[in-house]
T-cell receptor, first 115, second 112 residues
Framework: KAGVTQTPRYLIKTRGQQVTLSCSPI?????VSWYQQTPGQGLQFLFE???????NKGNFPGRFSGRQFSNSRSEMNVSTLELGDSALYLC??????????????FGPGTRLTVL | GNSVTQMEGPVTLSEEAFLTINCTYT??????LFWYVQYPGEGLQLLLK?????DKGSNKGFEATYRKETTSFHLEKGSVQVSDSAVYFC???????????FGQGTTLQVKP
């Protein structure tokens, strides 16, 4: 069974640009969550999508957005990039069954560098 | 709000030494607790979990017990190996959805 895949693995952008990251969950998983990992702030929750609907949202500015498609694949978008957006962006998928403890499987991440 | 606090690293041990990484949490209700491990250049892998008080999670020789009275979930291993060198994250979920709250991570280095 294929794991969670993220593309691209590495990305370099300049300030003011926008970027789109992609995540393909494990087959059969309906929940996709996104996290930002930085040395200073650690791992922070961005948002979760379940069956194409945003189910949870972290404390990030509106420049960070996401969506989920009918095949459960998800994208996140960051507009007007800032230097502080440089981070490892991790995607996690799970079955997402409401009210249950769903094991989350993480992808390898996309390393974004903003110059 | 909910939060997780881990002991600061790095932790450096010799092979076959005993490992403890402390983790305490603050949460309303009854969260589920997790330990994740991150090897260099990789994403996170679930190491073990516990979903209610007094539960013990275990995997690959690692153990952690959900202690509600001390709001703790300390990770232990009796004999570490060089291959255990990684960053370990304690996390909680209070909503049983995709939102995990992580501690800051503890780097473990095991020397031969």
């Amino acid at each position: 069974k294929a794991g969670v895949t993220q593309t691209p693995r590495y990305l370099i952008k300049t300030r003011g640009q926008q970027v789109t990251l992609s995540c393909s969950p494990i087959s059969g998983h309906r929940s996709v969550s996104w996290y930002q990992q930085t040395p200073g702030q650690g791992l922070q929750f961005l948002f979760e999508y379940f069956s194409e609907t945003q189910r949870n949202k972290g404390n990030f500015p509106g420049r960070f957005s996401g969506r989920q498609f009918s095949n459960s694949r998800s994208e996140m978008n960051v507009s007007t990039l800032e230097l502080g957006d440089s981070a490892l962006y991790l995607c996690a998928s799970s079955l997402g069954n409401p009210g249950q403890v769903n094991e989350q499987f993480f992808g390898p991440g996309t390393r974004l560098t903003v110059l | 709000g909910n939060s997780v606090t881990q002991m600061e690293g790095p932790v450096t041990l010799s092979e076959e030494a005993f490992l403890t990484i402390n983790c305490t949490y603050t949460a309303t209700g009854y969260p589920s607790l997790f330990w994740y491990v991150q090897y260099p250049g990789e994403g996170l892998q679930l190491l073990l979990k516990a979903t209610k008080a007094d539960d013990k999670g275990s995997n690959k020789g690692f153990e952690a017990t959900y202690r509600k009275e001390t709001t703790s979930f300390h990770l232990e291993k009796g004999s570490v190996q060089v291959s255990d060198s990684a960053v370990y994250f304690c996390a909680l979920s209070s909503s049983n959805t995709g939102k995990l709250i992580f501690g800051q991570g503890t780097t473990l280095q095991v020397k031969p």
